[in-house]
């Protein structure tokens, strides 16, 4: 008898936005079309329905017993370290018997630079066709932002990755919430390092909240200085690169190929100004739609996991 792969579980950040959460469960859907040989199900950490645990609850009724789990995160910032393994960790109680791998976080990815260059592209229309069109743009990628200052590092590496070889004037980076530098004055930087023309580049998957305030902020920026060229690139979005890209990282965590960066992390090394991180326990992050036990299991260790300062990469039980 042939043993069934491990099911896919997609885990998602969560959203206030009604359209990006449904953005989010149509990829999980289309997901589970193009692989039937899979049962797939997915949830979020917080705001939006359904919770982490609901999805795994579905996928245990349906027989699963084995589930690879992939963060759909573009960084590998707190919810990524810690609250999604927390959250695993309690669904392992709550569901005796199940084991599941942990996938790493999607970006940076040479198929997901592919589709930002794609949408700076759609954005600059045909205005920017030659090496000397492009030689004049300046973009600003602009990142979620976290208090996590790994996180921020591969916001930059992003930047730099899509700069290099493909002939922009420059790739600066700003963040719309919780690190600097905020979207206004990394417009500012592009206009002191001399830019005229520039296009903001929103580092999100789907629509939503922070993807819309960009925006705005965006548009708010341009009126205030109208001799600057400014113009706003899409997200990502539910392109076919991005469903690939999930399912190579389930099989990175199937196969438990794993090659995560752990050099600067917070919760493993004293960084200057997060000295309080290291070895802190992680606890899941209790989702309002989660009526499971409010225990706070989520620090768990003795299973042979790479794990440090309560924050595991790679669970494989």
């Not at 070889?165 to 500012?188: C, N």
């Amino acid at each position: 008898m042939t043993t069934p792969p491990p099911a896919l579980l997609v885990a998602g950040h969560g959203t206030r936005d009604e359209a990006g959460a449904e953005a989010f469960r149509s990829f999980v859907r289309e997901l589970g079309r193009r692989h039937p040989e899979l049962p797939v199900a997915g949830g979020f950490i917080e705001l939006s329905p359904p919770p982490l645990g609901e999805a795994v609850g579905e996928l245990v009724a349906q027989g699963v017993r084995r589930f690879a789990a992939v963060p759909l995160m573009l960084v590998s910032a707190g919810h990524a370290k810690g609250d999604i393994p927390a959250a695993l960790a309690r669904e392992k109680e709550r569901h005796p018997g199940i084991s599941y791998a942990y996938g790493r976080p999607l970006g940076p990815h040479p198929s997901l630079l592919a589709v930002l260059e794609r949408r700076l592209d759609e954005a600059l229309g045909d205005t920017a066709t030659t090496p000397e069109e492009r030689a004049e743009v300046t973009v600003l990628l602009v990142g979620r932002g976290s208090t996590d200052p790994d996180a921020n590092a591969e916001v930059h590496k992003a930047a730099r990755l899509l700069w290099e070889g493909r002939g922009y004037a420059g790739v600066e980076t700003a963040f719309v919430s919780l690190a600097a530098p905020d979207v206004p004055s990394g417009l500012d930087r592009c206009v002191k390092l001399g830019a005229r023309r520039i296009v903001v580049l929103p580092y999100f998957l789907f629509t939503g909240i922070l993807p819309d305030r960009v925006r705005r902020q965006t548009e708010d920026w341009a009126a205030a200085h109208p001799r600057v060229e400014v113009g706003s690139a899409d997200v990502i979005g539910p392109e076919p690169e991005l469903l690939d890209l999930v399912m190579e990282r389930y099989r990175e965590a199937v196969a438990g190929d794993l090659r995560m960066n752990c050099d600067s992390c917070v919760y493993r090394i004293a960084l200057p100004g997060f000295e309080d991180k290291v070895g802190l326990p992680q606890q899941p992050h209790f989702h309002p739609d989660d009526d499971g036990h409010h225990d706070g299991h989520g620090h768990h260790d003795g299973h042979g996991h790479h794990q440090h300062g309560g924050h595991t990469h790679s669970h494989a039980h």
